[in-house]
């Protein structure tokens, strides 16, 4: 990305259930300092097909609670996203979505367990 002048890269934020309202503000001022245009997505937004390379080069996954995000986004959301990244879209993740990028993590007695996207 450019800082200084306009940035032509295209950004989508998951805004959603389980955001977390002051990280996703927060993620907002960021990418409008550094003069990154961005649009918001939901999960349904998402599932029906509008992450695309032809409309966005990132996706950002603000904090909050990955768990919801993986009910609300379900298994096609999920794909969407997985598919997104293989053909070469950005993704950032932020606290929980970044923990929403895993695969699998380790529960309070060490056991490897399923956890987001993969």
Excluded at 30 to 55: E, F, N, P, V, W
Excluded at 58 to 75: A, T
Excluded at 78 to 84: S, V
């Amino acid at each position: 990305f450019t800082r200084g002048k306009k940035s032509g890269k295209r950004v989508a934020i998951y805004k959603d259930s389980g955001v977390w309202k002051i990280g996703l503000n927060h993620t907002k001022k960021l990418l409008k300092q550094m003069k990154i245009s961005y649009t918001t997505l939901s999960a349904r937004d998402i599932q029906a097909g509008k992450l695309t390379l032809s409309r966005y080069d990132m996706l950002v996954m603000p904090g909050g609670k990955s768990w919801i995000y993986l009910d609300d986004l379900k298994e096609t959301g999920a794909k969407a996203i997985r598919d997104f990244v293989s053909q070469g879209g950005g993704y950032f993740g932020t606290c929980a979505g970044a923990f929403f990028a895993t695969s699998h993590r380790k529960d309070s007695q060490r056991n490897n367990i399923p956890y987001g996207i993969g």
